[in-house]
């Protein structure tokens, strides 16, 4: 027999008197049990009260802009009887108990069960209880842990090590720029002297440079942990294992600490993937953070792939005085990019280098007195060589197996990801994945982007992940950058679209750098006219990117890009240019008439 239930406000923690932003129901409605019956927002926080059961409302009892406390009448509900037995069901499961979804990639939300309690966390048998937990302090966790926080969120960030910031910061991003900015500086004031400015060969004093770099990273890390103070953010540094569902155990340098949480946030990123058979223990075969220390600089250095990373390091020191060798096992440098984008780098490089092997293997490496002998196979494979040193970076893999995930129950693949839903959950409701850990694209600006999604989520936000295009930038020389698809990936998946490509030699900023092998292309969907993809080569291209993926975002078409004024003389000009070639409206060069 269907019966009349009122359904009142839950303990929401400290708060009181709070506005009521949203009613997401009317009387009349039918309600799922769990969906968002209100919104509430106090200035810590966002929160849905969703419904305790199924069933048809039948009065309201509040509206938009009253306030509430715990207790107060929200409406009443006639539940059915199938509606209170599932209530009771699902009160009486084990505390231990998880309910799994299976995991997946897909974009919509997955249907999970409720969050769990806090008073079930409060009993627990815990050092620390958090309601929001994040696993790594790198940009998509310290992010996830930030949000959470300002949020209202009593939240706890856990590190393995004493510097916050992950790899990005430490170990990634950010010295690896600050080294290509040294880079980007030698190589332009070498290329003056053409324009009679010679400035002579470089002096470098490594330690200098190498301290230099350390004091930026140093400056951020150093920030990042004043800004958790800042918004009481509990750092405990350890390594984070689950140990069930709600409880996760940290091994640090006092012992071991009991974390009960409400949410977990999974942010532990990756690493440089080794090649077992490689003799990995000497010094001079390195990987991206060894090469990153900067202790020397080989005579002769040999870097394993041509992916970005790797073509990054190899920038770094070729201008600091190696002589560069690049071998790529793929046809071609920087795969999944655009090859006319890719093209004027691989001419630049293919001089400045000493060679740059591609469709070839290396299939050994002999640690050798007088330095590293590598063996090579593959149809234009070079005999074997020897190198001073010799970097490999052949990809990074996930840290999903070590996190003794199986004990909460998050599925991990056998690569070690983590699959999520378009908010970020994992198949357990209550945690989420973010970053390097959930897969391609491995970038920090991924990374931090979901953490944002997770933290809101875990805060009560309907937040989604649903960007358009992330953007990619290899910071090399010249800098190449894409967002949105790719020519030939919309080749690929058969788009009817309308491309025009600029040239950086018809550009008189471009021009004025002395750089002019650069191109901007812009893809546009025939139907909807709406820009779909953009490609950037040159000087720079990293940071005009972001025009184009705004736009991409915004809906954009041509006439939009077209139509907006860029200053003179601007490399930013070569997206306005290229648009306009779209739409024939290009006067700065001369194209057939098309429109
Ligand atoms: C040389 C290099 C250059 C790069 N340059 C760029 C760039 O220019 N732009 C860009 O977007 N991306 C760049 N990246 C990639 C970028 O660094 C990553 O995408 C980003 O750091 C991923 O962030 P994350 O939060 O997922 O994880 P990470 O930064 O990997 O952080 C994970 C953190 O979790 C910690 N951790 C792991 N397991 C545990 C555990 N069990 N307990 C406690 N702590 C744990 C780790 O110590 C680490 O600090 C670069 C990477 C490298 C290697």
Redesign the pocket.
């Known amino acids: 027999m269907p019966r009349i239930t009122e359904i009142k406000v839950p303990d929401i923690g400290d708060f009181d008197d709070i506005e009521i932003i949203e009613v997401a129901v009317a009387a009349g409605d039918r309600v799922q049990m769990e969906q968002g019956l209100i919104t509430l927002e106090s200035d810590k926080a966002t929160m849905d009260v969703p419904s305790p059961a199924a069933g048809v409302v039948k009065t309201m009892a509040v509206s938009v802009g009253d306030r509430v406390s715990e207790g107060s009448l929200i409406l009443t509900l006639e539940a059915s009887e199938e509606s209170t037995d599932q209530q009771a069901a699902s009160e009486t499961v084990a505390e231990s108990e998880i309910e799994t979804a299976p995991a997946s990639s897909q974009d919509a939300p997955r249907e999970l069960p409720a969050d769990p309690a806090p008073s079930a966390l409060a009993s627990a048998d815990a050092d620390v209880v958090a309601e929001v937990v994040v ?9 996830a842990a930030f949000r959470a926080a300002d949020l209202g969120r009593k939240t706890v960030l ?4 004493a510097s ?14 600050a080294l290509l900015h040294t880079a980007e500086v030698i190589n332009g004031a070498a290329d003056m002297a053409a324009h009679g400015v010679d400035f002579g060969k470089p002096r470098i004093t490594l330690a200098k440079l190498a301290a230099w770099k350390d004091s930026i990273v140093g400056q951020l890390t150093k920030g990042l942990a004043a800004l958790a103070k800042q918004r009481k953010v509990q750092v405990l540094q ?4 689950f140990v069930s569902p709600h409880m996760l155990e ?1 091994k640090g340098a006092d012992g071991v600490l009991r974390v009960a949480f409400e949410h977990a946030i999974i ?6 993937t080794q090649i077992p058979s490689f003799p990995n223990d000497d010094p001079r075969l390195m990987d ?2 060894d ?2 220390v900067l202790e020397e600089v080989p005579k002769r250095l040999l870097v394993i792939g041509g992916g ?2 790797g073509l ?2 190899a920038t770094v020191y070729q201008a600091l005085g190696s002589r560069v060798t690049v071998v790529e096992l793929l046809a071609e440098l920087m795969p999944g990019c655009d090859r006319d984008l890719v093209r004027p780098l691989a001419k630049r490089i293919g001089k400045l280098y000493q060679a740059i092997y591609l469709g070839t293997r290396v299939t050994g490496i002999d640690a050798q007195k007088k330095g590293l002998k590598v063996h090579f196979e593959g149809a234009k494979a070079p005999a074997s060589e020897i190198f001073e040193g010799v970097l490999v ?1 052949v990809g ?1 893999r996930p ?1 999903g197996h ?2 003794g995930a199986d004990a909460a129950g998050v599925a991990v693949d056998e690569a070690g990801f983590i699959s999520v839903d378009s908010q970020q959950r994992t198949n357990v409701a209550h945690i989420f994945a ?5 897969g391609q ?8 982007h979901e ?1 944002k999604v997770a933290a809101e989520v875990a805060s009560g936000k309907k937040s989604h992940f649903d960007a358009l295009a992330i953007p ?2 290899a ?1 090399t020389d010249p800098e190449v950058a894409w967002t949105g698809v790719t020519e030939s990936e919309a080749k690929k998946q058969g788009l009817d679209f309308d491309k025009a490509t600029f040239p950086w030699a018809a550009s008189g900023r471009s021009l004025g750098m002395g750089r002019s092998e650069g191109l901007t292309k812009l893809l546009f969907d025939k139907a909807s006219g709406r820009l779909i993809g953009a490609g950037i080569v040159g000087p720079h291209a990293g940071d005009l990117i972001s025009e184009a993926t705004l736009a991409l975002e915004m809906g954009a078409d041509a006439a939009d890009i077209a139509l907006t004024i860029h200053p003179h003389p601007t490399l930013s000009e070569t997206v306005n240019f290229a648009a306009e070639m779209v739409e024939g409206t290009i006067t700065d060069l001369y194209l057939p008439r098309r429109k």
């Open positions: 696993i790594g302090a790198g940009p998509g966790g310290y992010t856990i590190e393995r090590y916050l910031g992950g790899v990005c910061l430490n170990v990634g991003c950010i010295p690896s720029k350890g390594v984070a294992t940290v942010a532990a990123g990756s690493q440089a991206s953070t090469a990153l970005i990373i990054e390091m970076a990074r840290n070590r996190l973010i970053g390097d850990i959930t694209p491995m970038l920090a600006h991924k990374a931090t953490g990619s930038v910071y």
